[in-house]
């Protein structure tokens, strides 16, 4: 007889929430610490261990883990776009060369995210802004023009459905890719940012996140 054991919950929304689901995801990451029990694979009621939100390779110098096992939880995105969106950054480690480019372009915002000698900003600088940023209570409304000046790579919701900018388009995110949309849908609801300030600022100037092979088709 077959079994089949049911996902864990360890997949990643652009909201920054955390489900179970089939899919697989293109990248993975942690929140700086165990956020399950490792004997049961359930998450527990905390959603971060720190401030440390990453994004990571699938694969780093042939390094093996079990997924939800005695160490930090694993999660999964479905690409960078949406790791971004939930509020995670690029790894120093297995990802450095994002990383560097990721804090070069934060450096790159006048007044955001550089450090006093304008150099680019340390991981823990990073963290402490983007935490702060994660942590607000409300996500204003955006009109029109406001969606319309958001670098590719930002995330917006429209009600319970979330699309990610791409080439003066909006894709609607589903958990196995993106899909291309209509004038109709793209106008039905206000939007939302769901991508952190930081974030759309490194995306403003010049950050290029890893997407979904999907979005290339659409």
Request: proline share 8%; charged share 25%.
């Amino acid at each position: 007889m077959t079994s089949f054991r049911s996902p864990l919950q360890n997949r990643v929304l652009p909201t920054g929430e955390i489900i179970a689901m089939s899919q697989r995801g293109s990248l993975m990451g942690n929140r700086g610490g165990r956020l399950h029990d490792p004997d049961s694979r359930e998450l527990g009621a905390r959603r971060w261990a720190s401030r440390r939100w990453i994004c990571c390779a699938l694969d780093f110098k042939n390094r093996q883990r079990e997924v939800m096992g005695p160490g930090y939880t694993e999660l999964f995105f479905l690409d960078e776009v949406t790791a971004l969106a939930a509020g995670h950054r690029p790894c120093f480690e297995c990802r450095r060369d994002a990383a560097q480019a990721y804090a070069r372009a934060l450096a790159a915002e006048q007044g955001r995210g550089q450090t006093e000698s304008g150099s680019p900003p340390s991981a823990d600088v990073i963290d402490r802004l983007l935490h702060a940023q994660r942590t607000q209570p409300f996500r204003p409304k955006l009109s029109p023009a406001d969606v319309a000046a958001l670098p590719e790579g930002a995330m917006i919701a429209r009600g319970e459905t979330w699309f990610a900018l791409r080439g003066g388009d909006e894709l609607r995110w589903t958990p196995s890719g993106y899909e291309r949309t209509t004038p109709a849908e793209r106008q039905s609801e206000p939007a939302v940012l769901l991508t952190p300030p930081a974030s759309v600022s490194a995306l403003a100037n010049g950050y290029r996140p890893i997407w979904h092979q999907s979005a290339g088709t659409c």
